[in-house]
T-cell receptor
Framework: AQSVAQPEDQVNVAEGNPLTVKCTYS??????LFWYVQYPNRGLQFLLK??????LVKGSYGFEAEFNKSQTSFHLKKPSALVSDSALYFC???????????????FGKGTKLSVKP | GAVVSQHPSWVICKSGTSVKIECRSL??????MFWYRQFPKQSLMLMAT?????????EQGVEKDKFLINHASLTLSTLTVTSAHPEDSSFYIC???????????FGDGTRLSIL
């Protein structure tokens, strides 16, 4: 079965410090991996995706993520956190072999990022 | 960029009322749209896949007669919560993708509160 795990409910960092939000996945085929951010009472905003190619993917707002096939991980990173980065972050996977390229996303439970000044 | 609009953003109504939520892709066509439900402090759970011109595909445990989905055009899908009850109170979010390798784009969600 396809699944996504975000082991941390919350990540706390000081402004200006690097941040990492962890994500591991399990799919039967080739994964399409995504990171989304959600602000209170809002839908999800797309940050970045990995389909194929370079393992290091750069996305919106200075975020990047590294795809590691051997560890089945796709951790989200940012070199210098901002207070405005505080939000709920979701990792998601689309299993192409399961639902095709238009298949639905399977989400992790979310990680709350709190950046303090 | 691809924009998905969801309306209304907030609904408060009495038990027994039916509520319709609209999801529109503003600048692209979407043969497939997805409807999710999110409980407080929880992740998104897929409810159903809306297919233009055909019946929606519902996830296990989701009542088809309770959550009616209509995808009559390539830019509009609607979710109707029929005879809503307090346990249907939740945050409902739709999404659509402009292409096979494109990410899904989400509406801003609809907060449904049933009194």
């Amino acid at each position: 079965a396809q699944s996504v795990a975000q082991p941390e409910d919350q990540v706390n960092v000081a402004e200006g410090n690097p941040l990492t939000v962890k994500c591991t996945y399990s799919v039967s085929g080739n994964p399409y991996l995504f990171w989304y951010v959600q602000y209170p009472n809002r839908g999800l905003q797309f940050l970045l995706k990995y389909i194929t190619g370079d393992n290091l993917v750069k996305g919106s707002y200075g975020f990047e993520a590294e795809f590691n096939k051997s560890q089945t991980s796709f951790h989200l990173k940012k070199p210098s956190a901002l207070v405005s980065d505080s939000a709920l972050y979701f990792c998601a996977v689309r299993d192409v072999n399961y639902g095709g390229s238009q298949g639905n996303l399977i989400f992790g439970k979310g990680t709350k990022l709190s950046v303090k000044p | 960029g691809a924009v998905v609009s969801q309306h209304p953003s907030w609904v408060i109504c009495k038990s027994g009322t039916s509520v319709k939520i609209e999801c529109r892709s503003l600048d692209f066509q979407a043969t497939t749209m997805f409807w999710y439900r999110q409980f407080p402090k929880q992740s998104l759970m897929l409810m159903a896949t809306s297919n233009e011109g055909s019946k929606a595909t519902y996830e296990q445990g989701v009542e088809k007669d309770k959550f009616l989905i209509n995808h009559a055009s390539l830019t509009l899908s609607t979710l109707t919560v029929t005879s809503a009850h307090p346990e249907d109170s939740s945050f409902y979010i739709c999404s659509a993708s402009p292409g096979s390798h494109a990410p899904q784009h989400f509406g801003d969600g609809t907060r449904l509160s049933i009194l």
